[in-house]
């Protein structure tokens, strides 16, 4: 008989006015690698980060092993036999291998790099086969496959019986993800539990024996995988046919001019990158992490010092290297990363949309208020917001609200120009995410040249019409019209065909 | 080997350390001034006065944090110490020592509790500390007559030494076997460069820190107490500016502002590198303001090191040639 190592009954969370967990159950057998896909904002992480203590859930029961807990902080989730292998690594690079399988474990002795523990984490590593390591190594010397096995390796140190990985491969090469992939059915078959957190399909079918969908917080469906098709698993990670949700592409507007880039170089990350982006018309760069797609797009945005190349604007060079100077030419970027370099979130909405143009804003240097609110009022109304909002924080917004807003201050422009997107409808709900599309469609119609990276492909299938893909910092091709489809795409990003695409 | 002992955590403050000392004994040219038992004593007696300071200071420096409360704990113990009187020098001092570890570890939590800044906290700590000491004084030079005591603390032992600075060596040495040999020196070291990975990993975060800047509060305490009995007097206006050499020692002894760099002893070294120059400028006769334009060369020539962008050039260079 199977063994429940871990379940929720009925968890909810909700951060200020965003709910991101709504009464959400399940449960994890031993010896059972359950997948847990669903899109970004869909409650994954916020549920892992309950399990481990680093959020505390509003309702809801955690049994460990039949009992119910109350988890406090990591230190105790370990404890617990919970385990997490995050997305960003929590090794201490510095320090050795030795030194990072026991650090911040609950019974680690103060003194601990002689006999016993040192044998133990060599037991661990051992188990994943990696004898090759050196113990006393520091962590800053390993790729990050290896890395990753170190963490593993700690949470195996520590007698983990439910392991939690979160986008575990994002980072991985091929040959990396293969022994990723043998170590966890090993793992399987010594009776962990795994819960394995993926975007890509492609694994999940591969190595989970389960799988649970989860949307806007809510849990839509658990079943056995091999129960699902692809197009099954993403119909219930989207809540819609893949149809519904992205307005229809432009009909036949060709416009002159766009980006033109040519040899566009980020050392270490994007290698002679030569593209066109016309104008009003959403190009899509695509690639996973580490392909150097959203590093094209900071160089473009001129946050990249290093970047070298040739980038003409409509015809004009563009200086890299600058940010202030991109956004002089009308060339504006949204971050990925909107908490650090989207919003001013104690600032009001309206300070928000024209913090990046105070000079249109302005009489002889004195910011002129009428005019703002104006601007801020019909802005608003074009991008979807309750004009009541404007004089309230940006922080007390919702995610799809906070986007809108960055997406309001192409539109407070007065020419259109360039607007540079990574990861566009991060954090946003699906109900936000519609009204995104349409203003990004409505951008192209105002002659706006849109260039856009995310992680998420059924985005890049939905809303570009063109698309160019990218692998370890090289162009893979080229895709248009008919060409832009799921598995060609995640071909290229993943697997592409050898060609040399400079040549 | 060479690259391993390059990336060795002490080698450059040894390295600075060193090359100080081999320029002041070639500006002495064999005289004698600045090899002698005197510039030795000297030096350790600076060690004495700042490297406690400097090990608080830059142990909160590890974990990316800021102690500027050390200068008003400093002098609010030197004050205490002579507050409380000679008669009874062990109750001045547990005073003293217990009045540091309270300010530092209350700081230490509201840090924790009300995630705020260090910075901000430890300000106010030094504005009230340094205040209590102007009004417990009533901004009066306080006499600390217990010349047994004056005597015992600044008697030299074995040529260079002093009770004193025999004290702080002793506190640093352990300092530096606990956090080369134990759990906690790791911690900390994590706890510096990630503090969400450290938490991920399951370090007891909060619990550092506090216990750090109570450490941190200790170490000031002592520093400020001993120089009372070492001065043989206490006023709260000549005792707070220990920050500006503790900070620099810091850096100096390979202390990042960006945090998990830097070790115990390198701190020491760097604090020997502030009182060799000193003392050993003192000792070659030139002006007292040539020390500070030393310093502040050799910290900007560390700092700049340090940057991004020549580590970035370096790096080129390297590739290039």
Same mark, same amino acid.
């Given at each position: 008989m199977t063994q429940t190592l871990v379940s929720l009954e009925g968890v909810s969370k909700a951060f200020g006015p965003i709910? =991101? *967990?709504?009464d959400v159950s399940l449960a994890v057998d031993a010896g059972e690698i359950r997948g847990l896909c669903g899109e970004n904002g869909a409650g994954k992480s916020t549920l892992m980060k309950v399990l481990m203590g680093l959020v505390r859930p509003d309702s809801g029961v955690i049994r460990i092993g039949g009992e119910a807990r109350a988890i406090r902080n990591p230190r105790h989730a370990q404890s617990l036999g919970l385990g997490l292998v995050a997305q #960003?690594? !929590? *090794?201490?690079?510095?320090? !050795?291998i030795v030194d990072n399988i026991w650090? @911040?474990?609950?019974?680690?002795?103060?003194?601990?790099?002689?006999g016993k523990l040192r044998a133990r984490a060599r037991a661990a590593l051992d188990a994943l086969g990696?004898? $090759? *390591? +050196?113990?006393?190594?520091?962590?800053? $010397?390993?790729?990050i496959g290896q890395r990753q096995i170190v963490e593993i390796a700690r949470l195996l140190a520590r007698d983990a019986r439910v392991l939690i990985l979160d #986008?575990? %491969?994002?980072?991985?090469s091929d040959v990396e993800i293969e022994r990723l992939m043998g170590i966890l059915q090993g793992l399987r078959a010594h009776g962990h539990a795994i819960i394995y957190i993926s975007h890509r399909l492609g694994e999940v079918f591969d190595l989970c024996d389960s799988v649970t969908v989860l949307r806007n917080g809510a849990h839509v469906s658990t079943g056995?995988?091999? +129960?699902?098709?692809r197009e099954s698993l993403i119909e219930a990670m989207l809540g819609? !046919?893949? @149809? +519904?949700?992205y307005p229809p592409r432009g009909q036949g507007v060709t416009q002159e001019g766009g980006v033109a880039i040519k040899g566009l170089t980020v050392p @270490? =990350?994007?290698?002679n990158l030569s593209l066109f982006a016309p104008k009003g018309r959403i190009t899509a760069i695509a690639g996973q992490i580490g392909s150097g797609a959203s590093l094209a797009n900071r160089a473009l945005a001129g946050l990249e010092p290093a970047a070298r190349g040739a980038v003409l604007v409509d015809g004009k060079a563009l200086t890299l290297g600058s940010a202030p100077a991109s956004a002089a030419d009308n060339v504006l970027f949204v971050s990925d990363d909107r908490a650090v370099e989207?919003?001013?979130? +104690?600032?009001?909405c309206l300070d928000n949309l024209i913090a990046a143009d105070l000079r249109a804003h302005a009489v002889a240097g004195v910011l002129y208020w009428a005019r703002a609110r104006a601007l801020g009022a019909r802005i608003a109304r074009q991008v979807g917001l309750?004009?009541?909002?404007?004089?309230?924080? =940006?922080?007390?917004? !919702?995610g799809g609200n906070q986007q809108k807003l960055l997406f309001g201050r192409a539109l407070a422009r007065a020419t259109p120009g360039v607007l540079l997107m990574n #990861?566009? %409808?991060? @954090?946003?709900d699906v109900g936000a995410r519609a009204d995104i599309y349409r203003l990004m469609r409505d951008l192209c119609a105002r002659g706006w040249t849109l260039i856009m990276t995310t992680s998420e492909l059924e985005e890049v299938v939905g809303m570009a019409d063109l698309v160019y893909t990218m692998y370890r910092g090289r162009l893979v091709a080229r895709r248009e019209g008919g060409e832009i489809e799921l598995t060609a795409i995640l071909a290229d990003i993943t697997h592409p065909v050898a060609k040399d695409a400079a040549a | 080997m060479f690259k391993s002992l390059r990336a060795h955590p002490l080698a450059r403050p040894l390295a600075i350390f060193l090359g100080c000392f081999a320029l002041l004994a070639l500006a002495d040219r064999g005289a004698g001034n600045v090899l002698s038992s005197a510039t030795a004593f000297s030096m350790l007696e600076t060690f004495a006065t700042g490297a406690l300071v400097a090990l608080g200071l830059g142990l909160a420096m590890m974990i990316r944090e800021f102690d500027l409360s050390v200068a008003g704990v400093f002098s609010l113990a030197g004050c205490l110490m002579a507050l409380i009187g000679p008669e009874d020098p062990r109750l001045a001092f547990a005073a003293a020592l217990a009045a540091g570890v309270l300010v530092g570890a209350a700081q230490g939590l509201i840090i924790v509790r009300l995630r705020l800044s260090s910075v901000g906290v430890t300000l106010g700590g030094l504005l009230t500390c340094v205040g209590l000491a102007y009004v417990l004084t009533e901004n009066r030079s306080l006499p600390y007559d217990n010349l047994e005591a004056t005597m015992a603390v600044t008697r030299r032992l074995w040529g260079v030494f002093s009770l004193r600075s025999l004290v702080s060596v002793a506190i640093v040495a352990l300092v530096a076997i606990v956090f080369g040999a134990t759990r906690w020196g790791r911690e900390v070291i994590a706890m510096g460069s990630d503090r969400r990975a450290a938490t991920t990993a399951g370090v007891p975060v909060a619990g550092l820190l506090v216990a750090i800047f109570a450490f941190s509060g200790f170490c000031a305490a002592l520093s400020g107490a001993m120089l009372t009995m070492a001065l043989a007097t206490a006023a709260a206006s000549g005792?707070?500016? /220990?920050?500006p050499p503790a900070a620099a020692a810091a850096i100096l002894g390979g /202390?990042?502002?960006?945090?998990?760099t830097g070790r115990p002893l390198g701190i020491a070294l760097g604090v020997l590198t502030l009182g060799l120059l000193r003392a050993g400028l003192n000792a070659l006769g030139a002006p007292p303001f040539i020390n500070d334009v030393a310093l502040g060369a050799i910290l900007l020539a560390v700092g700049v090191l340090d940057g991004p962008e020549i580590a970035r050039r370096l790096a080129a260079f390297g590739g290039r040639g």
């Open positions: 709910v =991101a *967990l709504r #960003e690594l !929590s *090794l201490a690079p510095r320090l !050795s650090l @911040g474990g609950e019974a680690t002795p103060l003194i601990y790099r002689m990696a004898q $090759d *390591l +050196d113990l006393d190594q520091p962590v800053l $010397d390993l790729p #986008e575990p %491969t994002a980072t991985l056995p995988a091999a +129960d699902q098709t819609r !046919s893949f @149809g +519904d949700m @270490g =990350a994007v290698q989207g919003l001013f979130p +104690d600032l009001s309750n004009e009541a909002r404007l004089p309230s924080r =940006a922080s007390t917004l !919702s #990861e566009p %409808t991060r @954090g946003v | 005792l707070s500016d /220990v920050i /202390v990042s502002l960006a945090g998990g």
